[in-house]
C-alpha cells in the first residue's frame, strides 16, 4: 500500500511515511525541550507564550533570543549532515563514505583555521574557509581517487589518508599561532553550538534551502548511478559530471554547518545508515529520512551536551564523537562478518 502525494512526487509506502511524520514529531518534541530546560527552567506553555507579542521581557529574552537559535540550529544542522553523508555512501556504496571518514570535515577545518589565522571573523568569512577547504580537499581526493572512473572504496581509502594529513596541517596551524588564535581554533574545533545566534542560523538555513531545490533532482541521478556506471550512461546520465555534482552539494551541506559549529562528527557516518533500516525499500537513497534521523540524532546529542553534567556544559562534538567511536566499531564488525 502507498499513499501518492500530488503528480509531481513518487508514491511513498504508508510505513516510511508514518516514520518520518514520526521522527519529524520527536525533532519538534526535542525543540521544546531544549526550549524549556535550563539552570531557568520553563513551563511549556510559557516557551509557546514567549514568541507571542506580548510574552514577557525575560522569557522572550531566554526562550527566542538564547535558546531557540540553538534548538533550531541542532536540527536543521543535524539534517545537513544527514543528508551530506546519505549523498556521499550513496556515490561510495559504503556505509563508511561519510564526510568525516573522507576527510571533507577536516578540509573544512583546515580552510576556517587559514581564516583564523587570516584575523579573519564572522559568519561569512569562516563559511568561505569552511566552503573552500571542504571543495579543495573534494577535488584532492577525487583527483587522487579518479582511475578510469571514481572508484568509491577508493575514494575512502584515499580519504583516510588525506585526512590524517589535514589532521597534522591543523596541529602545526593551532601550535604555530598566536595565542589568542590557537584558543579560537581550539574551542571552535571542539564541534559546539555555543553562542550559536539567529544571523548564523538563518545565513546558514538559507544555503541550506537552496542547496535543498537540487536535491529531487540530484536524487534521481544517484538513485541511476547506484545501477552502475554503464547502466546509468545507457539512460542518459553524464556519469562523472554527476559524481561531481553530488561532490559538491555534499560539500557544501557539511561546509556550512562546519563554518557556525566547528567539525562535528557521527552525525553523517550514522543518520543514513539508520534511515535506511527504518525504511521499507532498503536500496536507494533517502534524503528525506536522513535528514530527519540526522536531526533527531544532534538535537538529542545537544542536549546531552548541556544537560548531562551539572553546573557545566561540554561541546556537542565530544558527545558525538563518542557515540561515533562506538557506531564506527559496529560498522566494522559487521564488515568483518560479512567478508
Known amino acids: 500500500m502507498t499513499l501518492r502525494l500530488g503528480p509531481l512526487s513518487r508514491s511513498l509506502p504508508v510505513r516510511d511515511t508514518v516514520i518520518a511524520l514520526l521522527a519529524a514529531l520527536v525533532v519538534f518534541a526535542l525543540v521544546l525541550v531544549a526550549l524549556s530546560a535550563g539552570e531557568r527552567a520553563i513551563p511549556l506553555d510559557r516557551v509557546i507564550g514567549a514568541f507571542a507579542p506580548g510574552a514577557g521581557r525575560l522569557d522572550a529574552m531566554v526562550v527566542v533570543e538564547w535558546r531557540a537559535p540553538r534548538a533550531l540550529a541542532a536540527a536543521v544542522f543535524g539534517a545537513c549532515l544527514g543528508v551530506s553523508g546519505a549523498l556521499f555512501q550513496s556515490l561510495t556504496r559504503n556505509a563508511l563514505g561519510s ?11 583546515t580552510g576556517v583555521l587559514v581564516a583564523i589565522s587570516l584575523g579573519w571573523s564572522g559568519y561569512s568569512a569562516f563559511a568561505t574557509g569552511a566552503l573552500a577547504g571542504g571543495v579543495l580537499t573534494a577535488v584532492v581526493v577525487y583527483l587522487l581517487a579518479y582511475s578510469a572512473g571514481l572508484q568509491g572504496f577508493r575514494l575512502i581509502i584515499v580519504g583516510i589518508a588525506i585526512s590524517a594529513f589535514l589532521g597534522s596541517v591543523n596541529t602545526w596551524i593551532i601550535v604555530k599561532s598566536d595565542l589568542d588564535v590557537a584558543l579560537r581554533a581550539a574551542v571552535w574545533g571542539a564541534g559546539s553550538l555555543n553562542g550559536v545566534r539567529w544571523p548564523q542560523l538563518l545565513g546558514a538555513g538559507a544555503s541550506a534551502l537552496v542547496l535543498a531545490l537540487v536535491l529531487p533532482w540530484l536524487t534521481r541521478v544517484v538513485a541511476q548511478l547506484e545501477l552502475g556506471d554503464d547502466s546509468a550512461r545507457v539512460r542518459g546520465v553524464q556519469t562523472e559530471a554527476g559524481k561531481a555534482v553530488v561532490v559538491l552539494v555534499g560539500v557544501a551541506l557539511t561546509s556550512l554547518v562546519t563554518a557556525v559549529t566547528g567539525p562535528i ?21 533517502d534524503p528525506l529520512g536522513s535528514a530527519l534521523v540526522g536531526a533527531v540524532l544532534l538535537s538529542a546529542a545537544d542536549l546531552v551536551a548541556q544537560h548531562a553534567l551539572p553546573m557545566a556544559s561540554v561541546p556537542v562534538g565530544a558527545v558525538t564523537v563518542c557515540l561515533g567511536g562506538a557506531y564506527l566499531i559496529y560498522l566494522l564488525s559487521r564488515e568483518n562478518e560479512r567478508s
Not at 564526510?99 to 577545518?109: E, Q, S, V, Y
Not at 557516518?269 to 534511515?275: C, G, H, S
Open 99 to 109: 564526510p568525516d571518514i573522507i576527510g571533507l570535515n577536516t578540509g573544512a577545518f
Open 265 to 285: 562528527s557521527f552525525i553523517a557516518l550514522a543518520a543514513p545508515q539508520i534511515a535506511r533500516r527504518l525504511r521499507t525499500r532498503s536500496g536507494g537513497i
